[in-house]
Structures are given as C-alpha cells and as structure tokens.
C-alpha cells in the first residue's frame, strides 16, 4: 500500500523538490508514495480528510502560515505525522507544541530528507497499519484499531464502539470484516465483529468484553469463532 502524502507549499519549486526527492526515495528503497501538492494551507484544510499519513508543512505562507493551519490540523486529526519545511528553525522548533515529528531546513538536503523520512516510515510501520478512517456525520475520523471494543451493524449502520466512543459509519459488515482480517477481529454473530484483544471471559455463547459490554455468540459462528480467538491467544503468548 502506498504512503499517503500531502506537501503544503506555496512556492511551486519547493513542491516539486519534495515530490522528487520522493520519487528517488521510492526508486532507492522500492516505498511507494501517493503525493498530492496543495499551494495553501486553506485548501488544504477545506473539507480535509483524515486519511494522510504523512504531511510535509511549509511554515511561511500567505493568508494562513504553517503553525496556525497545524494546530487547526491537530483539531481535525490527531494522528497523522507532521514534518514542517522552512528556512527559520526557530519557527520549525515550536512545531513541537502541536505535536510536530521532525523539521527540515531549507533549501532542502536529500540525505536529510532521506533520513527523516525514514525515521517517520518507521513510526508508520508501527501505527499506519493500526487504523481506520470512518466517514461520519461529524466528519473524517481516524480510529486507532486497539481502541475499538467491537462493531455492531444495524441495518447497514455500523457502530465502532471504541474506549473513547461511538461513531458511527453506513456500510457493509462483510466488507469491513475483509478489511480486518488477521488483525485481530472475529465476528460471533451477525451482528458483531469482535476486537479478540477485548474479550476477557467465554462462558457458552456468551463473551464479555474489556468494558464490561456482554455480546451473544450464535451457534453457527461458535466454533470458528473460539477457534479464532485461540489462536489469537496462542500467538500473543509466544510474542509475551
């Protein structure tokens, strides 16, 4: 799958050296990228999604500069990895105070370029494959897949219950449990897909969650479910 990029940037020669530093970095190390340049920070806080997973920030901009669209960003979307760009480190170092990964001073060296984004592919391999974006009434959110409880279905409104809430998204259970499969997740009904980290206790068709939640296991889901949530159990005490 490809890194999801947007480059914030007002000069359109700064845009294109990140966009081709980016495309040595996939020739060199084979990681594939989908890039998307906005000129201005407005356009690119206009309807925002919450489905980047890397974001390069130039500081100095007209109309709205770098920081105050980074902190609108983090109201909008806690999670996505932030590098800001700019030829002032004092500005790039209170980046910090909106949750920034890094900075890169301009004009922009590949072999610090190389080496930061590196350093944010690595965060990546540890959290970008551990979530999902939902499409709300409210918005776009993204929900860190440990978070979620289980994901219940009623008439093709699915319902992520999570440690900090509900949200709720129309769609198809059968599709989201193809998403989910190997990571963790087990339907034992209809109407619930399970997260396995979740259940603490089984007794006959009934399981109870971390929350205290108690949901109904079906006959017909019954083996494949407990077989599913063994072996979960069987690999997360090999890795402990």
Same mark, same amino acid.
């Given at each position: 799958?490809?890194?999801?990029?947007?480059?914030?940037?007002?000069?359109?020669?700064?845009?294109?050296?990140?966009?081709?530093?980016?495309?040595?970095?996939?020739?060199?190390?084979?990681?594939?990228?989908?890039?998307?340049?906005?000129?201005?920070?407005?356009?690119?806080?206009?309807?925002?999604?919450?489905?980047?997973?890397?974001?390069?920030?130039?500081?100095?901009?007209?109309?709205?500069?770098?920081?105050?669209?980074?902190?609108?960003?983090?109201?909008?979307?806690?999670?996505?990895?932030?590098?800001?760009?700019?030829?002032?480190?004092?500005?790039?170092?209170?980046?910090?105070?909106?949750?920034?990964?890094?900075?890169? +001073?301009?004009? &922009?060296?590949? #072999?610090?370029?190389? $080496?930061?984004?590196?350093?944010? %592919? @690595?965060?990546?391999?540890?959290?970008?494959?551990?979530?999902?974006?939902?499409?709300?009434?409210?918005?776009?959110?993204?929900?860190?897949?440990?978070?979620?409880?289980?994901?219940?279905?009623?008439?093709?409104?699915?319902?992520?219950?999570?440690?900090?809430?509900?949200?709720?998204?129309?769609?198809?259970?059968?599709?989201?449990?193809?998403?989910?499969?190997?990571?963790?997740?087990?339907?034992?009904?209809?109407?619930?897909?399970?997260?396995?980290?979740? +259940?603490?206790? &089984?007794?006959? #068709?009934?399981?109870? $969650?971390?929350?205290?939640?108690? %949901? @109904?296991?079906?006959?017909?889901?019954?083996?494949?479910?407990?077989?599913?949530?063994?072996?979960?159990?069987?690999?997360?005490?090999?890795?402990?």
């Amino acid at each position: 799958m490809a890194v999801r990029v947007a480059i914030v940037e007002d000069e359109a020669r700064e845009a294109e050296i990140l966009q081709n530093y980016l495309a040595r970095f996939t020739q060199e190390n084979g990681t594939q990228f989908h890039v998307r340049v906005f000129p201005n920070a407005i356009l690119f806080l206009d309807r925002y999604r919450a489905d980047y997973d890397l974001v390069y920030m130039d500081i100095q901009m007209p109309e709205m500069n770098g920081m105050e669209a980074a902190r609108r960003l983090r109201a909008l979307d806690e999670k996505v990895l932030l590098v800001f760009v700019t030829s002032l480190t004092q500005y790039a170092i209170a980046g910090y105070g909106v949750s920034a990964l890094d900075y890169i +001073v301009k004009p &922009v060296n590949y #072999y610090d370029f190389a $080496l930061k984004l590196t350093r944010a %592919l @690595k965060r990546l391999d540890t959290t970008g494959d551990r979530s999902l974006t939902v499409s709300t009434k409210a918005g776009m959110s993204r929900i860190e897949l440990d978070d979620i409880t289980y994901i219940e279905v009623t008439n093709h409104q699915l319902t992520y219950h999570t440690v900090e809430g509900d949200y709720e998204q129309y769609g198809a259970m059968g599709a989201l449990e193809k998403q989910l499969a190997g990571k963790g997740f087990a339907r034992c009904n209809s109407c619930y897909l399970v997260n396995l980290q979740h +259940v603490r206790e &089984v007794h006959g #068709y009934t399981l109870r $969650l971390s929350d205290g939640t108690e %949901l @109904k296991i079906s006959q017909p889901k019954k083996k494949t479910f407990t077989g599913l949530l063994d072996a979960y159990l069987a690999g997360k005490e090999k890795t402990e």
